[in-house]
């Protein structure tokens, strides 16, 4: 019996050091100390607790139907922030064909750049989530559009192994219930854009004092960059590093034809001006009033050869130029 026991302990052993070198070699041959083999092991319980949650995830399957006609009245995040007095004051819901172009590829270019283009995960983006989960580093994940609605919907800000479980099966479904475009529409709707701002059309009329349809381009990629941490305000796109951001989104615009070159140019050349003035304390209309001083209105983008009269997903490409 011993040497059956060590036959099978040693056959373990096998196993577990194959499995060792498989994880290694995907992600990127890292070394596996205890504590990051631990961290894994949490992870992959979680991912079977998870499964086991399957009964219970598909008691949401109704109600994400109920989503392919209807709007949601509320979600999770909403009636959390409703307990601490940060609930919606001025929610609307906005259309999707009544968001400029620009405003909605701005925000699948910040967030989720690849959204119309994969199923329901960009793999590249939780490879490197993964990896720095490996190494213990739990401080932010690499949530697309799926995901973050899935999470806004119905789970939580929880940072824990089970919720992102979780959060990858509804967005799974979701993704298989809704399309891209329905998908996105909830999403400018119900996300968080400030301290009691949801959805784009409260954004638009609190920061700008405009309906989303009269986004203009600086305007648009301003709110795009407020979604990673909406609840610091304007004050934070003005960071070197969100601003480098929005910069690089601004090249995807005009990549995508959705900006001309001369627009391109002046909205770099605004957000420039714009960028010290709310730093310095200005409120976004001050701030934009005092670049218009100098720069004159802003006017609409301007897309070319029809980019905004293509589908969205179509529009919504980066390489289109």
């Known amino acids: 019996m011993r040497a059956s026991g060590c036959a099978v302990s040693q056959a373990s052993d096998v ?97 989720d750049r690849n959204f119309f283009r994969i199923g329901t995960l960009d793999w590249q983006s939780q490879r490197l989530m993964f990896r720095r989960v490996l190494r213990g580093d739990l401080s932010r994940g690499s949530s697309g559009i799926a995901q973050q609605l899935a999470r806004n919907l119905y789970l939580g800000p929880q940072r824990t192994p089970r919720r992102k479980a979780r959060e990858y099966l509804l967005a799974w479904q979701l993704s298989h219930t809704l399309t891209k475009d329905r998908m ?56 070197e590093d969100v601003a480098n951001r929005i910069e690089v989104t601004a090249w995807m615009l005009e990549r995508a034809l959705l900006l001309d070159e001369l627009t391109g140019s002046a909205t770099t050349q605004r957000l420039e001006l714009l960028i010290p003035r709310l730093r310095a304390g200005l409120s976004p209309a001050q701030a934009t009033a005092s670049v218009d001083s100098i720069m004159g209105p802003e006017s609409r983008a301007v897309a070319l050869n029809g980019a905004d009269t293509v589908a969205l997903r179509n529009s919504c490409h980066y390489m289109r130029r």
């Open 15 to 111: 196993k577990a050091h194959s499995m060792a070198q498989t994880l290694r070699a995907y992600f990127g041959r890292l070394r596996l100390s205890n504590g990051i083999l631990v961290t894994l092991c949490v992870l992959l319980a979680a991912g079977a607790i998870a499964v086991l949650d399957l009964a219970a995830t598909r008691l949401y399957i109704g109600r994400m139907r109920q989503l392919v006609d209807e709007n949601p009245s509320t979600t999770t995040y909403m009636e959390r922030a409703r307990g601490i007095g940060n609930g919606p004051h001025d929610w609307h819901w906005t259309p999707l064909d009544s968001i400029p172009r620009i405003a909605a590829c701005a925000v699948v270019f910040a967030e």
């Open 184 to 239: 996105l529409e909830i999403y400018l709707n119900v996300v968080e854009w400030g301290k009691g701002v949801w959805g784009i059309g409260d954004a638009s009329r609190h920061y700008f004092g405009v309906d989303p349809a009269e986004l203009r381009p600086t305007q648009a990629l301003m709110l795009s960059a407020l979604l990673p941490a909406p609840r610091r305000g304007l004050q934070h796109t003005t960071s």
